[in-house]
């Protein structure tokens, strides 16, 4: 991708920061379309970035805390992760899609990680159907896949999104499940948005995600990297990172990916974005987990966004887009606050007074 020195960024942060205040800070409008997801072109090394008003596109698509909506109506998201090994990263997938605004949140996964995972919080529904292949015998792993795949349909239908692989583990009955439970959602149109351990399912099986628009992948440098080994049969170019990130998109056939690095890159096989603005040197583990849960929460408000509008961009490019800019100010606002012994809990506290400050639930008139 586009190499950027670190003194450029901070100006460029700096500036765009000043620029969205004086843009949008009085602004209250919610028709939003193409034109007003206004992009600046940032040149650099020989490269070329599109930077997102990542704050208008959140402000756009943040619906308003209406009294007469019933429970529901904000979003119902699903994890589909936990295993024995790993319990923390369903968790803060699922906790931070709650702390944004979403109403209800779902956790399927294995029975040994429920147990924990429900332990962690009483908030979550907790749902211990998946197995791994140290429980099963060879001569029912078709019964108990046809059992899991019973049990998830009678929800798939009420979910606004699924965020598929965090803590997923590689168990490869586990996996085989999995990939039948994206086909079902495939079937029932519900978008998905892929991480961790999925995005190691998905870079083998890309059928599972091809040519279907309702998909999002969240890469990291190494998953990204075997991605494009995996698509383009090529290796990452550090020079012309924007169109190789486009061919991505398009060679998985229209997918939006969002690379996760020092600057986000956001692209569905037409349009190229970055979110640059915020963030924190601190790198611990389990923010993909928070980023995933954001994507998760404003892809559905995007998608109910541009049921009652004439909104012609893809609501999974704006859901990047502003799910990346409420990390980054989380991050940053924990940094602030903690410094080196920054956790990821302490960035989840951070979501809500984020998302206030950019939506405010009590606006002056």
């Known amino acids: 991708m586009v190499s950027f020195s ?3 960024a901070v100006i460029r942060r700096q500036q765009f920061l000043i620029r969205c205040l004086g843009d949008f800070s009085s602004s209250s409008s919610k028709n939003l379309n193409c034109s007003t997801i206004r992009m600046q072109s940032v040149m650099s090394g020989g490269g070329s970035s599109l930077e997102a ?8 698509i943040t619906p308003s805390l209406d009294p007469s909506r019933h429970k529901g109506q904000a979003g119902k998201i699903a994890v ?3 295993c024995r090994e790993y319990t923390g990263a369903p968790y803060f997938s699922a906790i931070s899609a709650l702390k944004i605004g979403a109403d209800l949140s779902h956790v399927f996964c294995t029975k040994d990680a429920a147990p924990v995972i429900k332990s962690y919080s009483p908030e979550l529904i907790v749902h211990p159907i998946l197995e791994e292949s140290y429980h099963v015998r060879d001569e029912d792993k078709k019964s108990i896949s046809a059992k899991v795949i019973e049990e998830i349909d009678k929800w798939m239908e009420r979910f606004d999104c699924l965020i598929i692989g965090p803590g997923l583990g590689r168990d490869p009955f586990l996996l085989d499940c999995v990939s039948n439970i994206m086909k079902h959602a495939r079937e029932s149109n519900v978008p998905m948005v892929i991480d961790g351990d999925g995005l190691f399912l998905v870079t083998n099986a890309l059928d599972l995600v091809s040519d279907y628009p309702l998909a999002v992948l969240t890469p990291n440098v190494n998953e990204y990297k075997r991605l494009v080994q995996k698509v383009l049969q090529s290796e990452v170019s550090d020079h012309d ?3 190789q990130l486009l ?7 229209g997918v939006t990916i969002l690379r996760k690095g020092g600057s986000d890159f956001i692209s569905n096989g037409e349009t190229v974005s970055s979110v640059s603005i915020f963030g924190s040197p601190r790198r611990c583990g389990g923010q993909g987990d928070i980023l995933s849960g954001s994507v998760a929460v404003f892809t559905a408000w995007a998608r109910q966004f541009a049921s009652r509008s004439d909104l012609k961009a893809s609501p999974t490019v704006l859901g990047c887009i502003a799910g990346s800019v409420l990390l980054r100010k989380a991050a940053s606002l924990a940094f602030e606050a903690k410094g080196r012994s920054t956790l990821t809990t302490d960035i989840i506290e ?3 007074n984020s998302l206030e400050e950019f939506c405010p639930v009590f606006r002056q008139n």
């Open 6 to 8: 670190a003194a450029g």
């Open 53 to 60: 008003d990542a704050i208008a596109v959140l402000k756009s």
């Open 80 to 82: 589909i992760g936990g």
């Open 241 to 243: 990172g924007t169109q």
């Open 247 to 253: 061919s991505l998109a398009r060679g998985i056939g």
């Open 350 to 352: 951070h979501l809500g």
